[in-house]
C-alpha cells in the first residue's frame, strides 16, 4: 500500500476553470495569475485569452489580449465584437472632439465679426 507523497497539481482544464471562478467571485489578481499559468502552458488558450482580455487594466491591454485572441481565432465573434465596440467608441470621441474644435472656431470667427463691425461703425459714427 502507497500513498502519494505529493498533492496532486490541477489539469489545465481544472486551472482554467480555478481561474474563470476566481474572476466571477471579483479576484482580478488572482483570476490573472491562474490564466497566465494556463496561457504558460498553452500560449493559444483562446478562453484564457477572452478572460484576460476581460480583465485588462487598460484599454490598450485589452486590445492587446483581444488581438492574440483574432491570432488563434480569426472567426472568434466575441473578440471581433469586442474590437469593434472600441474602434466605434475611439471613432466618436474622435468625431465629438472635431466637432467641439469646430464649433469653437465658429464661434471665434462670429466673435471676430461682431468686434469688426463695431470697430468700424465706432469710427465711422
Known amino acids: ?34 490564466f497566465e499559468r494556463v496561457l504558460n502552458e498553452d500560449r493559444r488558450n483562446e478562453r484564457a485569452l477572452m478572460w484576460m482580455a476581460k480583465l485588462a487594466d487598460s484599454k490598450s491591454e485589452r486590445i492587446k489580449w483581444l488581438n492574440l485572441v483574432m491570432k488563434v481565432n480569426p472567426e472568434n465573434e466575441q ?6 465596440s472600441i474602434q466605434y467608441k ?19 470667427i462670429v466673435l471676430g465679426i461682431v468686434i469688426a463691425v463695431f470697430v468700424m461703425m465706432s469710427q465711422s459714427g
Not at 473578440?79 to 469593434?84: H, P
Not at 474622435?94 to 467641439?100: F, G, K
Open 1 to 34: 500500500m502507497t500513498s502519494k507523497t505529493t498533492k496532486e497539481q490541477p489539469n489545465r482544464e481544472e486551472l482554467l476553470q480555478l481561474a474563470i471562478n476566481s474572476a466571477k467571485q471579483g479576484n482580478v489578481e488572482g483570476a490573472r495569475t491562474l
Open 90 to 108: 475611439r471613432s466618436a470621441k474622435e468625431n465629438r472632439t472635431v466637432l467641439i474644435f469646430g464649433m469653437i472656431v465658429g464661434v471665434l
Open 79 to 84: 473578440a471581433k465584437e469586442a474590437l469593434r
